[in-house]
């Protein structure tokens, strides 16, 4: 191997992105999972997605039967001549004005009844008049989502001494030390990829991407500190599915650590075991079945131990920037030591944040 140590390979660049994926499945699972797709061309990574306009808000204060003008949280799904309901009665929106709506209550011959505070109001369907003009287009804008790349590197160096008393030989010793620094490297990106922090220093010479727990934000249950139950998970799949999550289909995952992973076995109907044997690795995999599909359970130290990921693996991507996926390269003898380093620079792509969950504060 004093090929790896020669003078014409110092400052020459060798791929080790396949040698990463095949370090330690247990201490680096999602790595171990998405594998890295393709390379992305800026350092700030960009992608639009599509959301179909919101079809249902909730009243902000309670209201009488006789109440015509009722506000609403968020008033996007809302436009003049529609039917909307709320618990058993339909309401036509005469007029939107910001978050109010002035509504004609009891319509259809439905009747009126208080609301409360917090009452879910369902957009039914647009009141269609025989022989009007085409009413006004309502469009809802692609929304534009990013993240940026984050340099990984660490640095191989072996002293002369070092060198002198290996039993192997000092290519040996090398390339021991550069698994270790590998190791290393991939924990750093699976850390990362999970918790992430978006950050930037204002030179722009340091960056850090944001991770899966930062991105989700709409599907987020508090547990406070009960615990993890069958009907928790399923709560959290229902709001995936609420919010079109499960309408492309997907390939769920359930990412827990040791401490819920220990729950979710405890769990009586909602879990089978299958044999998956199509990756060759041929272990038992944990499933979890509800009422929206079911997911496989991955289970990640890296996480929590008082939280439970719900994400789809068809929805996100490691990927490098351009040519720096993992790379090594030996920088030669520098004094009585040789030295090299592995560098990689990489972002998280986390599409559609909606159709992904996370439970917090578990017990």
């Known amino acids: 191997m004093s090929k790896i140590l020669s003078g014409e390979l110092v400052g020459k660049k060798e791929s080790v992105v396949d040698e990463i994926l095949l370090l330690n499945e247990h201490q680096t699972p999602l790595l171990n999972l998405l594998g890295f797709g393709s390379p992305v061309t800026q350092v700030e990574h960009q992608w639009f997605e599509d959301e179909m306009i919101a079809d249902e808000s909730r009243v902000v204060g309670a209201k009488t039967n006789a109440d015509t003008e009722i506000e609403v949280a968020d008033a996007e799904p809302f436009r003049s001549d529609q039917v909307v309901k709320i618990g058993e009665e339909l309401l ?89 620094k590998q190791l290393e490297l991939a924990l750093q990106l699976e850390k ?8 930037e220093s204002s030179d722009g010479i340091v960056r850090q991407m944001e ?12 547990a406070k500190n009960a615990a993890l139950t069958d009907e928790k998970i399923n709560d959290a799949m229902q709001k995936i599915y609420e919010r079109g999550g499960f309408a492309s289909g997907g390939a769920f995952k359930i990412m827990v650590g040791a401490k819920q992973k220990r729950a979710i076995s405890n769990f009586d109907k909602s879990q089978i075991r299958l044999t998956r ?77 909606k159709a992904h969950a996370r439970i917090k504060g578990l017990a």
């Open 192 to 199: 990362a990829a999970i918790s992430g922090i978006k950050y």
């Open 277 to 353: 044997a199509e990756n060759g690795r041929g272990q038992v995999v944990d499933h979890f079945v509800s009422d929206f599909g079911q997911a496989e359970i991955l289970l990640n130290n890296n996480l929590n131990a008082d939280e439970l990921f719900i994400f789809d693996a068809n929805r996100t991507e490691i990927r490098p920037l351009a040519d720096r996926g993992f790379f090594h390269e030996y920088l030669g003898k520098k004094g009585d030591y040789f030295e090299g380093q592995v560098v990689g620079e990489y972002t998280l792509q986390f599409l559609q944040e």
């Open 211 to 222: 991770g899966m727990r930062q991105f989700i934000k709409t599907n987020v249950i508090d």
């Open 92 to 180: 036509k929106v005469v007029a939107v004005n910001g978050t109010k709506l002035t509504v004609v209550r009891g319509y259809a011959g439905t009747t009126a009844e208080a609301i409360e505070d917090g009452a879910v109001i369902q957009v039914q369907f647009v009141e269609g008049r025989e022989g009007a003009d085409a009413r006004d287009a309502k469009y809802k804008p692609r929304k534009r989502v990013s993240n940026i790349t984050q340099i990984f590197d660490e640095t191989i160096s072996i002293t002369g001494t070092a060198a002198a008393v290996s039993n192997y030989g000092i290519d040996n010793l090398y390339e021991y030390e550069k698994q270790k």
